[in-house]
């Protein structure tokens, strides 16, 4: 008697998902493009099994002697081999990018950095990190012959004499940098283990590789240099009043709240709420490709209060660009855009910080040196040394968690402790 087949009713062999009308032409177009795989189940003494086939190259680095059929079955169900196909064409497209051998690290980590979707800012940034700090002394190795202990040493060397940049070559590399290096080359072997081209990642055992750990960096984290209130309001005054300064509006802004010079250049008039007094973070300006807004550095928007002083300042100044063209004054148009209404590049926008506060330090004796992100920094150091909460504080800066503002901030900590006891003091001699 013919046995029933149970929980299918695909005839033996017959691919999943088809119509029988439709076999005959797929069995004629498999054999043109055989590169997709197929999947089949078939009967057993012991039950229905599942099997996959695929045609791969017999040696991918003689593409020229054509391919050959693998077959894989004893799989108890659909899923199993489902599974077991994708494996397959994964392993088989690793064969045939790299010719059938382990690859490079280098050739890896190209095509590691190549397949990522993020942000093209970090793209951009781990691709840097792989040209300068590990491509040059790792890249020649097969990923199979790397080892903990390799890893270990080219940390150490990174420490000694990693920087590559034109100042500063052959200089230490910073903790954090360094880090920076394990980051990325941990996350091209996890890929490298999933793929199968490793059996384990060398970078993931902590006690041979020994990379910097947070302690550390934050310990060898240089010094934010920040202006006293009275500094920024000597500079800012001078910016206005002498240098009669076109960018004032966007000086004032990032000094007021806080926020970074790329969500600065992608804030539009539609951010500005002049009933409540508040302005909208809602993106940031690419710092790879001219003229592009993207998500903010965490992925989320922020509203931020403005005092009133500021908020005039940026009325009369959308009058003044409304002036030049009532494009540059609707409710889509970039605030600090340029007289194209296109958004500023943020490099630029670097160097002509750099030269005003040059041009301050010459006017006004004494007055420090203070990058561009120094001023964020600036805001976020008086806030709290006035005694506000953290919490407001990691919100107007927008960063992630709380942790993240008082590990950057930590130099304000003595402050706030004399402060505190002092009050605790006087509480005290008043009870």
Do not use: C
């Not at 394990?182 to 970078?203: Q, W």
């Not at 006690?207 to 006293?228: L, M």
């Not at 993207?294 to 922020?302: L, N, W, Y």
């Amino acid at each position: 008697m013919r046995k029933v087949r149970k929980a299918t009713n695909i005839p033996k062999g017959r691919a999943v998902g088809k119509d029988p009308e439709e076999l005959n032409e797929n069995k004629v177009r498999r054999s043109r493009s055989r590169h997709a795989g197929s999947l089949a189940d078939y009967p057993t003494k012991t039950g229905l099994r599942w099997k996959f086939q695929i045609y791969a190259l017999k040696d991918p680095e003689k593409p020229e002697l054509g391919e050959t059929r693998i077959t894989r079955g004893g799989f108890k169900n659909l899923e199993e081999a489902q599974n077991a196909l994708a494996s397959a064409l994964k392993k088989k497209a690793q064969n045939e990018r790299f010719q059938g051998k382990v690859p490079t690290i280098a050739d890896y980590a190209d095509q590691w950095v190549g397949g990522l979707r993020l942000q093209n800012s970090t793209i951009q940034g781990y691709r840097k990190i792989i040209r300068n700090h590990i491509s040059p002394s790792l890249g020649e190795l097969s990923l199979d012959k790397l080892t903990a202990t390799r890893i270990a040493a080219h940390y150490r060397a990174l420490e000694k004499s990693g920087r590559r940049d034109t100042t500063g070559r052959g200089k230490p590399l910073s903790a954090n940098s360094v880090n920076k290096v394990h980051v990325v080359l941990g996350a091209i072997l996890d890929a490298a283990l999933d793929d199968g081209l490793i059996g384990a990642n060398p970078a993931r055992k902590k006690r041979t590789v020994n990379a910097p750990t947070g302690s550390q960096i934050r310990a060898h984290r240089p010094e934010i240099t920040t202006w006293t209130g009275g500094e920024l309001h000597a500079f800012l005054t001078w910016n206005r009043d002498v240098l009669k300064d076109e960018l004032f509006p966007l000086w004032r802004t990032i000094a007021y709240t806080g926020m970074r010079r790329s969500e600065a250049l992608a804030l539009r008039w539609g951010d500005l709420n002049v009933a409540s007094g508040r302005l909208s973070v809602r993106r940031a300006a690419d710092v790879t490709i001219r003229n592009v807004a993207k998500s903010t550095k965490t992925g989320s928007s922020r509203v931020l209060d403005l005092d009133p002083e500021t908020m005039g300042i940026l009325k009369a100044y959308k009058a003044k660009r409304g002036a030049i063209s009532l494009d540059l004054a609707r409710a889509d148009s970039y605030i600090f855009g340029n007289d194209a209404g296109a958004i500023r590049s943020p490099n630029e926008v670097g160097r002509r910080w750099t030269f005003r506060v040059e041009r301050a330090q010459a006017a006004m004796n004494g007055l420090p040196w203070v990058t561009l992100k120094g001023l964020r920094h600036t805001h976020a150091t008086l806030l709290l040394e006035l005694g506000e909460h953290p919490k407001v504080v990691q919100e107007r800066l927008g960063h992630s968690t709380i942790t993240t503002t008082m590990n950057i901030y930590s130099h304000v900590t003595p402050t706030m402790q004399k402060a505190a006891v002092s009050r605790f003091a006087e509480h005290l001699d008043q009870a």
